[in-house]
């Protein structure tokens, strides 16, 4: 489905290639997740979908994620089943999309695969974009109850990995990491009052594994290179990966998990907002 790159799990990917290929594919249901909430409607890959991630995947009244009985509902109404294999993709090199996916894992749909490229490939190529939504049967998906302790870190996991001096990737900005910055340049301040980092944390900015030309993910040894000798980690250790709201995160989340094949690895969704914003934590700048 794609070009291996020595992956640990190659197959989690799809090429555009393949995808072009295969856009009347009954298995397969295309989900489109932007942080440009118009994007989607300007024009995107004929079958996709769109999953916003505001409107589609958050609980509007709790700050967390939708509940099992609106996942049910979002994926009958995309016409998913425990079968259908969904393909994620989007802006901001596939950000979105891994955002989208890592929820998806939450709640145990494991037939999923990010396109590798997202939209900045496909457009690059000259492939096909189309304003046309299809319409869907509607189907009736049963999730289980949503795992917030395999894949996700909460803060007490996070407290009690800190005082065991456990692994942490800290993927924003050196800016933000350093303290000198509150919030992404260009972007508002979600509400942190502290700068700086989580003690422990290693610098590594979320787009250091793509390849900039195409929004591809970089090799499994360049990728290896990043993560393992220059952060320290390895893919036996326990490994929690944050950013500001946990959405740059669940990017660095699918790298290490997926492409590298780390065993333990988890995204602190609550991140910078949350721990800049505690009563008695320690920071480091």
């Known amino acids: 489905m794609s070009d291996t790159k020595n992956f640990k799990n190659p197959d989690v990917l799809v090429s555009t290639s393949w995808l072009a290929e295969n856009l009347s594919n009954s298995t397969i249901r295309i ?3 932007n942080e440009d909430q118009l994007l ?7 079958g996709a979908l769109e999953v916003d991630w505001v409107r589609d995947l958050n609980q509007p009244v709790l700050r967390d994620y939708l509940e099992k009985e609106m996942f049910e509902k979002l994926v009958s109404k995309c016409g998913i089943t425990k079968d259908t294999i969904v393909i994620f993709y989007g802006d901001k090199n596939n950000w ?6 890592w929820i998806f894992q939450l709640f145990g749909h494991k037939n999923a695969k990010i396109l590798d490229g ?3 490939k496909w457009e690059k190529e000259g492939r096909a974009l189309t304003k046309e939504i299809i319409k869907v049967d509607s ?6 109850v949503r795992d917030d302790f395999t894949l996700r870190a909460l803060r007490d996991d996070v407290l009690a990995h800190v005082k065991k001096n456990g692994k942490l ?6 800016e933000e990491y350093n303290g000198t910055r509150l919030h992404m340049e260009g972007y508002p301040n979600e509400g942190a009052i502290r700068g700086g980092h989580i003690p422990g944390a290693k610098s590594v900015p979320w787009a250091r594994a793509i390849n900039t030309d195409d929004g591809t993910f970089k090799t499994y040894e360049e990728l290896v290179e990043i993560y393992g000798k220059e952060a320290g980690t390895s893919d036996t250790d326990e490994v929690i990966a944050y950013c500001r709201i946990g959405e740059r995160s669940s990017h660095t989340w699918f790298v290490l998990k997926y492409l590298l ?4 690895v988890r995204n602190y969704d609550g991140s910078w907002t949350e721990w800049g914003n505690l009563v008695n934590v320690p920071i480091e700048k």
């Open 139 to 144: 189907t009736n998906y049963t999730a289980p």
């Open 118 to 120: 997202g939209r900045l």
């Open 261 to 264: 094949g780390y065993s333990n």
């Open 169 to 174: 990737i800290d993927v924003r900005s050196p």
């Open 31 to 33: 989900i489109e997740s």
């Open 96 to 101: 979105w999309a891994c955002y989208a996916f």
């Open 40 to 46: 989607y409607h300007s024009g995107h890959i004929p």
